[in-house]
């Protein structure tokens, strides 16, 4: 499915949300996921294309398989050149969000993938990149 280890997503519409879902659950059950674990997944990578359309109007999911120190797992990288997260802290907080929804999807992702990292700069955009690993 991938090319190389990398699947790239375009995100510009609520389809494309669905398409990053879908794909990033069929890799994760082709690694060995438990279905639990692929569910998880899917619903990080969704809740950041989300964001993505929400927030920047346009960006893009990247989905790579990953090996370290002997693990395999799957990582999602979310980026948009988007205005930014003004509050990076805060927009980690459960419910605070500056939009319309109840403020649970980026402390979500963080809680149910293993590895989160957000950087954020005003005016240039967002990237968000998790990684989960097969247990």
């Given at each position: 499915?991938?090319?190389?280890?990398?699947?790239?997503?375009?995100?510009?519409?609520?389809?494309?949300v669905?398409?990053?879902?879908?794909?990033?659950?069929?890799?994760?059950?082709?690694l060995?996921f438990?279905?639990?674990?692929?569910?998880?997944?899917?619903?990080?990578?969704?809740?950041?294309?989300?964001n993505?359309?929400?927030?920047?109007?346009?960006?893009?999911?990247?989905?790579?398989?990953?090996?370290?120190?002997g693990?395999?797992?799957?990582?999602?990288v979310?980026?948009d050149?988007?205005?930014?997260?003004?509050?990076?802290?805060?927009?980690?907080?459960?419910?605070?969000?500056?939009?319309?929804?109840l403020?649970?999807?980026?402390p979500?992702?963080?809680r149910?993938?293993?590895?989160?990292?957000?950087?954020?700069?005003?005016?240039?955009?967002?990237?968000?990149?998790?990684?989960?690993?097969?247990?």
């Open positions: 499915m991938p090319v190389g280890n990398e699947l790239h997503i375009p995100v510009v519409s609520e389809v494309d669905v398409t990053a879902r879908q794909r990033g659950r069929a890799l994760a059950a082709e060995g438990a279905s639990s674990e692929q569910a998880l997944i899917a619903t990080a990578i969704s809740e950041l294309a989300r993505i359309l929400q927030y920047a109007g346009r960006g893009q999911v990247e989905i790579t398989i990953e090996h370290e120190g693990r395999t797992g799957i990582g999602v979310a980026s050149q988007g205005p930014g997260i003004p509050d990076v802290q805060r927009a980690l907080e459960d419910g605070f969000s500056t939009g319309k929804g403020g649970l999807g980026l979500g992702t963080k149910i993938m293993d590895d989160f990292e957000l950087v954020s700069e005003l005016g240039r955009g967002t990237r968000v990149a998790v990684k989960k690993w097969v247990r």
